[in-house]
């Protein structure tokens, strides 16, 4: 969870370290639990408007620092891109894949996608999963309204297809329901009270209907 409190693209240095510290925490617990990979925000969520000219500078530099601490703990470093009306920068897999290149350590080179962005980014979503390729090692799932799969627009049968043209059923793979409803954010979400038969339904909505369409389109 990267904010504006630790925020690896920030002018405040001090919140720049917050997020070298943030992230040997959480590689420690990553480690601990037998975690293949994080999921790292090149810019804060909740702040779409830039600082200066010089964030992706920033950020590649304050996340190199950390490189060797992803290797050593052999855990994946995975860049998320988000949209542009809730973050600075990176905001499609091009832009993703652009930071890992100018970061440039072998410690960070995977993606963790997420289609509710990449509806708003994306000129095409399975193409975008395809030149991803190799690099995805998580995909965040949730229809077009950002609710459970199948209760929406989203084209989940061209995701699929995708996935299976880049042979994404390997280890170290995932794809993670993550249905937030109608304008979610998980930030503010982190200190609320939850109602887990919600949660549940709409995870056991998605993980069926994702199954559904994947045995109807190998059965085709």
Do not use: W
Request: aromatic share 6%.
């Amino acid at each position: 969870m990267f904010s504006p409190e630790n925020d690896l693209s920030s002018n405040s240095g001090i919140q720049r370290q917050n997020a070298i510290d943030y992230i040997k925490r959480e590689l420690d617990f990553a480690s601990a639990v037998g975690a293949s990979y994080m999921l790292v925000v090149p810019g804060a969520v909740g702040r779409p408007g830039s600082y200066d000219d010089s964030e992706f500078e920033r950020s590649t530099a304050t996340l190199r620092i950390v490189g060797d601490l992803f290797a050593q703990h052999k855990v994946k470093a995975a860049i998320e891109p988000i949209r542009s009306a809730e973050v600075s920068l990176t905001h499609t897999i091009a832009d993703a894949i652009r930071y890992i290149d100018a970061v440039n350590h072998p410690g960070v080179q995977h993606i963790n996608g997420d289609v509710y962005h990449m509806q708003s980014e994306e000129s095409h979503i399975g193409e975008a999963l395809l030149e991803a390729g190799e690099r995805l090692t998580n995909l965040h799932m949730a229809d077009s309204n950002r609710c459970a799969l199948g209760d929406g627009a989203m084209d989940i049968d061209a995701i699929i297809m995708a996935l299976y043209v880049l042979g994404y059923n390997r280890p170290g793979c995932y794809c993670t329901p993550e249905p937030l409803g109608p304008g979610g954010d998980p930030y503010p979400a982190m200190h609320g009270k939850t109602d887990p038969k919600l949660l549940d339904a709409l995870v056991n909505t998605s993980a069926a209907y994702f199954k559904q369409r994947e045995i109807a389109l190998i059965e085709a």
